[in-house]
């Protein structure tokens, strides 16, 4: 892979290597006049991932080796600013916007470079004339967290355990790839001194980072009180939030809960909306669905199926008490008001 591409694609094991033989210190890195605009971009690739969801990829196709150096060091530097203000929020949007612009990239590639690519990633797929072909352990390991029904093993074509699919399939299925890669690798360990050296780009991100949770924050829908959700649904709505696929279980407990709290169909698909292959009518049909317009509407799972799914997460003092997420909810409430009213009396006395 030449240095261009490595470039574009600086999550591969090959850029990693490639850095490491420029000579480049971390010392270099955050202080060389030189490698100023490195360092901007680096922090541009950060500011977009928040601010867009996208990170604009620069046409490198004729352009001069400095160009594509900059480029290239300019990843290692947006993960040093990514683990140092280490916000799990940041690093999934982060982590997704990377995933997503190499997965744009990979359509316009060749199939040779295709098979590259997965290779790095312990994937094995055959090009043929109009297909590839993988095996099904390598599909259902890149595919088990979207949700289209498309994506479903049963709804494949499968031919001696091998599944067909287009090339733009390909590259939509190593964006889970890469996603998980580039997540799973931060935060960084770096020091307090590197930190304090990136300052003035850290504080620049966290105001816009800041921002971007006051818009998405839905304490701001009628009057549900997210406070007193219980901690599995806070988690999540943290997760969709950032684009993360939810499985088909807890996307069904969440939107039932919502529902059930006092949430309307267009408010939670709203939610759903920066979530990877949104699809509005499909999401909207789901959501009416559990609200009951084709018969009685649904109420969230237990606990104890929530936990059978694996949808429990960080059970707190409440949590024990309680065997179901809307009498956690109702809980929570009528503590909330209990000690408001407790206040007030106190107030007039």
């Known amino acids: 892979m030449d240095s261009k591409s490595l470039a574009l694609y600086p999550f591969v094991t090959e850029a990693f290597s490639y850095v490491e033989t420029l000579g480049f210190s971390l010392e270099r890195l955050l202080n060389s006049r030189a490698l100023d605009s490195a360092r901007f971009r680096g922090k541009e690739r950060v500011l977009q991932s928040i601010e867009d969801g996208e990170i604009q990829k620069p046409g490198l196709s004729g352009s001069g080796e400095e160009k594509t150096f900059l480029e290239l060091l300019s990843y290692p530097f947006s993960r040093i600013l990514v683990s140092c203000i280490n ?4 690093i999934r949007r982060y982590a997704l916007a990377e995933a ?3 997965s744009k990239l990979l359509k316009t590639e060749n199939k040779d470079f295709l098979v590259e690519i997965a290779n790095d990633f312990n994937v ?3 090009p043929f004339d109009s297909h590839f072909a993988m095996h099904f352990t390598d599909y259902i390991k890149l595919a088990n967290t979207m949700k289209d029904l498309k994506w479903k093993l049963v709804n494949r074509r499968l031919k001696r355990g091998y599944v067909h699919i287009t090339h733009e399939e390909v590259a939509r299925l190593l964006q889970e790839a890469i996603r998980d890669r580039i997540q799973n690798a931060l935060p960084l360990d770096v020091s307090s001194e590197v930190c304090n050296t990136c300052n003035s780009h850290i504080d620049e991100i966290k105001e816009v980072l800041q921002n971007r949770k006051s818009d998405i924050n839905i304490d701001d829908m ?3 009180d997210t406070e007193s959700f219980p901690p599995c ?4 709505i943290s997760g969709v939030s950032t684009g993360a696929n939810l499985g088909h279980s807890m996307r069904f407990a969440l939107t039932s809960f919502l529902l059930n709290v006092g949430m309307t169909v267009d408010e939670i698909v709203d939610m759903f909306n920066v979530s990877p292959d949104f699809d509005e009518e499909k999401t909207r049909y789901q959501i009416e669905h559990i609200a009951g317009s084709s018969g009685a509407p649904y109420t969230p799972p237990s606990c104890q199926t ?3 799914y694996g949808n429990c997460y960080g059970g707190d003092e409440f949590c024990q008490k309680i065997k179901h ?3 956690y909810y109702r809980k929570k409430l009528y503590k909330k008001a209990k ?3 407790e206040k007030s009396q106190q107030q007039d006395g």
Request: glycine share 4%.
């Open 87 to 90: 916000d799990s929020y940041l």
């Open 100 to 102: 997503e612009s190499a």
């Open 124 to 126: 094995s797929i055959t």
């Open 222 to 224: 009628g009057e549900v």
């Open 233 to 236: 649904i806070s988690n999540a």
């Open 306 to 308: 929530m936990k059978t």
């Open 325 to 327: 997420p809307l009498n």
């Open 339 to 341: 000690k408001e009213k």
